[in-house]
């Protein structure tokens, strides 16, 4: 923000942190609904297999959904790690530096839930193990 004489506008701490949250969590929102693509493309052909009784073809859409959403949260983690301050600087564009140092810390604590939703991904029911 800018003061009337055009001057970047001092953020106080706590509204520094809630804007870094907000800036991170739009990216974490399109990684969530990235997962959650790939889990209903795995619900139609799991669907699909049980409806033609065929388990081993819906066990094994299921391991491979599993195994591609863990091996690309992975990625993702590690990229965020290498990478993070890139995906900040996108999304954020000419917020302060303390927005995006704040940004940038959460962002990289929050990567690191993506393998726990790659896994829980499509498991809402109440008897599901995560």
Known sequence: MRDADGR??????????????????????????????????TTVVVAFSLAKRNGKRARAATRQSLALMMVLSLVLVFAIEQWGHLIIDLIAGGAEPKVKELALSYLKVSAWSYPAAARCAGQGTPKSRC
């Open 8 to 41: 970047p506008e001092h953020i106080p701490a706590e509204l520094a942190g809630q804007r870094g949250v907000g800036l991170a969590d739009s990216f974490n929102i399109i990684i969530i609904s990235f997962f959650a693509a790939i889990d209903l493309g």
